[in-house]
């Protein structure tokens, strides 16, 4: 609260001339009256305020009318909209929120996902999504829109972009992007999600060598125990396998603590993680055996 609120500290002496004015100059009724007034007003604002700000949904469709150019503040009515099961009317609000911002990357790529899922991504605004992502920007608050778009392409569910598509776009944001230096936040984001859309697409070398240099620049267990399940339904089950070992060895140390420790992944889902990918491997090399005993001799 003191952090959040620490404008409202300050502007509360904006008030002290008038009350030491109120106190000099009015007597006892009066001063009371007027007090009973303002703390009435006051009230009435203060629960004004917080009717709107405690029904997020409401708030959200009020900030996204007031601010029709902020591309938030449309964003985030869509999204709430697309929450709430309404994805036709999320689409419909983000057509027309693109109509008049139609320079911007993160509203566009918004509005492509979610044509995607309710009937098929229109080939021109995908087209738009691809020339926006040569210039971007690129900033860390898009790792979401990345995931979604990595996690929605080669679904059956997700009409219009492909693995290809989300290939080119995350290919144009690391090219372009000005972060090049390894101690960058984005500069492992762009690694990352260039080098999942390489595996999804079957570039499996370039691929390993982008999530590697990822790795490089922000080594948190989480991002590798992603990385490895992308590398198993790859078929990369020796890599994802060894990136698991490695993941389970750290957690086991007790040397992840704080911050880095919540954000891990808990070790039993690893441990069943790395069953299974073992079990993928006992049951490709049963398979080969089988292929071999039943071929020509």
């Given at each position: 609260?003191?952090?959040?609120?620490?404008?409202?500290?300050?502007?509360?002496?904006?008030?002290?001339?008038?009350?030491?004015?109120?106190?000099?100059?009015?007597?006892?009724?009066?001063?009371?009256?007027?007090?009973?007034?303002?703390?009435?007003?006051?009230?009435?604002?203060?629960?004004?305020?917080?009717?709107?700000?405690?029904?997020?949904?409401?708030?959200?469709?009020?900030?996204?009318?007031?601010?029709?150019d902020s591309v938030r503040s449309q964003t985030e009515a869509a999204q709430m909209l697309f929450a709430k099961g309404q994805?036709?009317?999320?689409?419909?609000?983000?057509?027309?929120?693109?109509?008049?911002?139609?320079g911007d990357f993160r509203l566009r790529l918004t509005q492509v996902l979610v044509q995607c899922m309710s009937g098929g991504?229109s080939p021109e605004d995908l087209m738009a999504v691809k020339t926006l992502s040569e210039s971007g920007p690129y900033r860390?608050?898009?790792?979401?829109?990345?995931?979604?778009?990595?996690?929605?392409?080669?679904?059956?569910?997700?009409?219009?972009?492909?693995?290809?598509?989300?290939?080119?776009?995350?290919?144009?944001?690391?090219?372009?992007?000005?972060?090049?230096?390894?101690?960058?936040?984005?500069?492992?984001?762009?690694?990352?999600?260039?080098?999942?859309?390489?595996?999804?697409?079957?570039?499996?070398?370039?691929?390993?060598?982008?999530?590697?240099?990822?790795?490089?620049?922000?080594?948190?267990?989480?991002?590798?125990?992603?990385?490895?399940?992308?590398?198993?339904?790859?078929?990369?089950?020796?890599?994802?396998?060894?990136?698991?070992?490695?993941?389970?060895?750290?957690?086991?140390?007790?040397?992840?603590?704080?911050?880095?420790?919540?954000?891990?992944?808990?070790?039993?889902?690893?441990?069943?993680?790395?069953?299974?990918?073992?079990?993928?491997?006992?049951?490709?090399?049963?398979?080969?055996?089988?292929?071999?005993?039943?071929?020509?001799?």
């Open positions: 609260m003191k952090f959040d609120h620490r404008v409202y500290i300050g502007s509360a002496f904006l008030y002290l001339p008038i009350i030491l004015w109120t106190s000099d100059n009015l007597g006892p009724f009066f001063r009371a009256v007027l007090g009973t007034a303002f703390i009435a007003l006051m009230a009435g604002l203060t629960f004004s305020a917080s009717s709107l700000w405690g029904d997020y949904q409401k708030l959200t469709m009020v900030w996204a009318a007031q601010k029709p994805v036709l009317e999320s689409r419909e609000f983000l057509d027309k929120a693109a109509e008049r911002i139609p991504a860390h608050t898009d790792f979401h829109l990345l995931s979604s778009l990595l996690t929605s392409a080669p679904k059956d569910d997700c009409e219009g972009v492909s693995s290809q598509d989300a290939l080119v776009v995350t290919g144009n944001l690391l090219n372009n992007s000005a972060y090049t230096s390894p101690n960058a936040l984005a500069y492992a984001h762009l690694h990352y999600y260039h080098g999942l859309a390489l595996l999804q697409v079957g570039e499996r070398e370039e691929g390993l060598v982008m999530l590697d240099k990822a790795l490089e620049s922000r080594s948190s267990l989480h991002m590798r125990m992603n990385i490895a399940a992308y590398k198993a339904s790859a078929g990369l089950f020796k890599q994802a396998l060894e990136d698991a070992q490695f993941v389970k060895e750290r957690l086991r140390s007790g040397e992840i603590t704080g911050r880095a420790a919540v954000e891990s992944p808990p070790l039993e889902e690893v441990e069943h993680f790395i069953q299974v990918v073992e079990d993928d491997i006992a049951g490709n090399k049963q398979s080969s055996r089988q292929k071999a005993s039943f071929g020509p001799h």
